[in-house]
């Protein structure tokens, strides 16, 4: 409520779902809260000296006899700390809408607050290197928020091919350092995942969609299939990453300081170059198949180094 | 705000904030007593339990509530809010800017502090502002936890020595003794820079490697001037950049990818056989060549004939 009244006695007659929604508490909540704001005030807490709350038909709040709150609380030292991190960790993303906005309220914030809650957030917190945005991310963005049929040419990396598709693109969002769009896929009828650096031309087809709701940020990015093929790995220290760059259904601690983990995987080639990479640091216990697939694989690109098979 | 009945906890908190911001001068106890009525009647006991644990809420949240002298003569004590502690002070934003910070706020998951912090940012935000908040939460944030991340980022502001038990990517763990210096994010993770002790030079922490919470030990040390928190961290193993330039063939499927994941990469050419060329900057030889054999047959080494034997070498060991 100390955040909340100083809003209200600045913007007399707003909507009270509106500002439910901006505060993070339910309507009724606040409707209660505000009930209770009407017996405070200050002494002698006669009738003259209470807050007075006017709440109308149509939801809109007024207050007056509130001049105390009118101005909020400060922040504390983890809240500023904390909007900052937060404000700092979208910067980093490239391609990031509204970044020079971002940046500049980040710098005010600092300024004023700086003498206690951010001393030195110069040089104390910073973003490492910022790679490049997507090509197509402003189209993308675009699209989802005017509900806009796309048609694409998207690069499965699971698969390693090309396909032309016409998504409906919902969610425009950033995870662990890339940007994904959820979208509908029209021709699978299914809601995929894309990753919008492997979208490499995008087009709107001149249709329109109804948004069904799908998920963006916060989601896990991979979803689970009934044709997923569970691809157990044992893996040494030193290809421990993949069990944290994929996702892993299961993971158990060995002794050499390695994990066995378990993958789901839609496909085995994405998986069989992966092993191809990290060589004997890691070691198949199942599917067999796959182990098959990595000495072939192996043997294909040896081929191409004039070697005769 | 509290437990129990909210409702009545909410008004005497509020009042008593009215009260101490307002009052002229230092209030004691009794005299809380005498103008608030919830205070007043329950038992002088209970009464004082109440005040106190009120206190508490108070400070938690961010309330300045201090006890002073209420006299030159220091005989008694009383309770004041001073207005200048407590008010946040005049922040000019532009509409598009505390929209920006409350997206902020709002993505990468929960983080309670982030959210209250940027809603007392709004109260002088224009009336667009709360229409403006339709799109959802842009980011899914970082693998750490956000107390985590707020207590090491204190440590750094502070200059902080702190020690945590850590988890290498090798997967050993240990405990480690860290003079906390900065903050850096890095592709979804945050990482902690500082002096490691033990080991005497400057380390780079994943804090989603922290295993439990971090203990503040004391006081740290200062960075040296000429320190660059983000030269410290780790590139990983799927980054290349440097000075030698590697020429790789790529299946016309695939270059278009590779272009965009090597840093640096230039297309100079089509071979004979419809292979794309590029020329790829590259530190490591190592991690570059396991990151291309990631391509299988769809990336060949033209050159260095060190980087070509030692895939040809990988390869074959595969077949052993």
């Known amino acids: ?309 | 705000m509290g437990e129990g009945d909210r409702a009545e906890p909410l008004e005497r908190l509020l009042n008593l904030v009215g009260l101490l911001l307002e009052t002229p001068r230092p209030l004691t106890f009794e005299q809380i007593r005498q103008v608030l009525e919830p205070y007043g009647q329950a038992n002088p006991d209970s009464a004082k339990r109440m005040f106190e644990r009120d206190k508490d809420v108070l400070r938690e949240y961010g309330v300045p509530l201090e006890l002073v002298d209420v006299d030159v003569w220091g005989t008694e004590q009383g309770y004041v809010i001073p207005k200048e502690k407590y008010y946040l002070p005049e922040i000019e934003f532009e509409p598009g800017e505390l929209v920006a910070l409350l997206v902020a706020a709002q993505s990468g998951g929960q983080d309670e502090a982030a959210e209250s912090g940027a809603r007392k940012l709004l109260y002088g935000a224009d009336g667009g502002v709360l229409a403006g908040l339709g799109g959802g939460p842009l980011a899914s944030g970082s693998d750490a936890r956000s107390n985590l991340v707020h207590a090491v980022a204190e440590a750094t502001q502070a200059l902080r020595r702190i020690s945590f038990t850590y988890r290498t990517s090798q997967g050993k763990t240990a405990d480690r003794d860290v003079d906390a210096w900065a903050m850096v994010f890095r592709a979804g993770h945050w990482y902690l820079v500082g002096h490691d002790r033990e080991r005497d030079d400057v380390r780079a922490f994943r804090l989603s490697r922290i295993a439990g919470e971090v203990t503040d030990t004391g006081e740290g040390s200062a960075p040296p001037t000429d320190f660059r928190a983000a030269d410290h961290v780790d590139a990983g193993p799927w980054v290349a950049s440097g000075d030698d330039r590697a020429v790789i063939l790529f299946s016309p499927d695939r270059a278009w990818f590779a272009a965009s994941q090597f840093p640096g990469a230039t297309d100079v050419g089509v071979d004979g056989n419809g292979r794309v060329v590029m020329e790829i900057p590259m530190a490591d030889e190592e991690a570059f060549a396991a990151m291309l054999l990631e391509y299988g047959p769809d990336a060949i080494v033209r050159s260095p004939a060190s980087l070509r034997d030692t895939v040809i070498a990988r390869l074959e060991a595969l077949l052993v």
């Open chain 1, 1 to 309: 409520m100390l955040a909340i009244v100083p809003y209200l006695v600045q913007h007399p007659g707003s909507a009270l779902d509106e500002v439910a929604t901006a505060f993070g508490v339910a309507p009724g909540q606040l409707r209660r809260d505000l009930d209770l704001l009407f017996m405070s005030g200050l002494p002698p807490y006669g009738p003259g000296d209470l807050i007075d709350v006017d709440v109308d038909e149509d939801g809109h709040i007024w207050i007056s006899m509130a001049d105390h709150f009118s101005r909020p609380l400060q922040l504390t030292r983890i809240e500023a700390l904390a909007v900052y991190l937060r404000g700092t960790e979208l910067l980093a993303l490239p391609g990031m809408p509204d970044a020079p906005a971002l940046a500049k309220a980040l710098e005010k914030l600092q300024r004023s607050l700086g003498a206690d809650a951010l001393r030195e957030a110069e040089g104390r917190i910073e973003i490492a290197r910022r790679g490049r945005a997507p090509e197509h991310l402003d189209l993308l963005r675009a699209a989802a928020r005017g509900h806009e049929r796309l048609s694409i040419d998207y690069f499965a990396a699971s698969t390693g091919e090309w396909s032309h598709r016409e998504i409906d693109p919902e969610e425009v969002f950033s995870g662990m350092g890339h940007w994904y769009v959820a979208a509908w896929d029209v021709d699978a009828d299914a809601e995929r995942l894309f990753r919008a650096d492997r979208v490499r031309s995008a087009a709107p087809t001149g249709e329109t969609f109804v948004p069904r709701g799908l998920r963006g940020a916060g989601r896990d990015l991979y979803s689970p299939t009934g044709e997923d093929v569970s691809v157990r790995l044992r893996l040494r220290p030193a290809a421990r990453w993949i069990a944290e760059y994929y996702a892993t259904t299961e993971l158990e601690e060995r002794d050499d300081g390695g994990v066995e983990v378990t993958l789901p995987a839609r496909q085995l080639g994405w998986v069989a170059r992966l092993l191809v990479r990290v060589g004997d640091d890691a070691e198949v216990v199942e599917p067999a198949e796959l182990r098959h697939e990595v000495r072939r694989l192996a043997r294909e690109t040896l081929v191409g180094y004039g070697h005769k098979t």
